[in-house]
């Protein structure tokens, strides 16, 4: 369980490529907005994060992973994590964007990785 706090992680750039291959521009890491989304696409107003399924406490199994040991330690830094992950998002969409999480298990699945984000880029 690998911790997806740095930039540049795989599962970003795996993103970046597809939004590359669509010709689609965009910022990254935009420090004046909320949570500071991994992806921007100022245009269309529309933010995407990369999330690693442990710290921000996915639905997959992954994100269901409970640590043997300091499991109270755990839990509150994953739930704070959640959060802040649901008050950036909120922050952001009273501001007018739509915000698109990507989330480190779909990496595995590139397809269906691609066809998610071009059903959020099109919308
Ligand atoms: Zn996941």
Known sequence: MAAIKGK?????IAVRSILA???IRYQLHRLDL?????IVLPRRRKVIFVHGCFWH????????????????FWRNKRQKTRARDRRNRRALSNAGWK???????WIKKPKHLVTRLSRFLTA
Do not use: I, S
Request: proline share 11%.
């Open 8 to 12: 540049n992680t795989k599962p970003e």
């Open 21 to 23: 291959k669509m010709r």
């Open 34 to 38: 909320p949570g500071k989304p991994d």
């Open 57 to 72: 406490v996915h639905r997959c199994r992954y994100g269901q992973v409970k640590p043997a040991t300091n499991a109270q």
């Open 99 to 105: 915000v698109f999480t990507v989330w480190e298990c």
